[in-house]
């Protein structure tokens, strides 16, 4: 059942269930929803194990309020921080899937005391910078800097390009992981595809590196792309989620 969250003049669309300790709470990615196969996945593992389970719709995503041009990183952030707060109860396992590993690292470091674990799926982490503004053309970055919205080619859905503004890369701006150490202490997995041509593995790696503790661990699935949404990916997330759940209760 989907409910809504009503918050500073913004209306969050989400589900949850009441279950054991620690929580599932599910950050989706860039231009996605808490509909897609991996949130619906972990939703009926959870359902099945008895455990509490969140996922959300950021702004601008989803059922959510809002114009997905009007947002940004720090929109977002501000999301799963609501969402955090308000619906899910006690401590969690936060899991993220491509750019909702980045807002799921944030909110770790904001909300160290709630946050029990992390678990990335293809994350894409900084990926406004890296993998946006740092391979735009001169042409588009004068666009991005001039107020204009440069519309970006994209694969999925129905193909159509989608809108990137400045606000969103001077949002990213504001809240970069990989230039500096991440003081994240408890456990972190992620995982990551070989085949991936959105997102490379070698963010993930990198990511790996960035961490100040030793609590991290790194798989990666051959030939596998961003979706990571076959059976054989999806059980390899289950049981990721399960050895860190049962690591951290």
Known sequence: MIRYLNNENATL???????????VIFCGGFRS?????KARYIDDLCQQRGWQYTRFDYRGHGQSSDDFITCGIDTWLEDTLAILDEIAVGRQVIIGSSMGLWLALLATLRRPQRISGVLGIAGAPDFTEAL????????NRQ???DGGTWFRPSEYDDGSPYPITGKLIDSGRQHLLLNDAIDIACPVRLIHGTGDTDVPWSLSLQLLKAFNHN????TLLKDSDHRLSTPRELIGIAEQLTDLRNKVS
């Not at 669309?13 to 929580?23: C, F, I």
Request: charged share 25%; net charge negative.
């Open 33 to 37: 929803d808490m509909l897609g196969n």
């Open 215 to 218: 609590d991290v661990a790194l």
């Open 13 to 23: 669309a989400y589900q949850h269930r009441d279950g054991s300790s620690p929580g």
């Open 132 to 139: 946006i503004w740092e391979q735009l053309d001169e042409t």
């Open 143 to 145: 666009v991005l800097q």
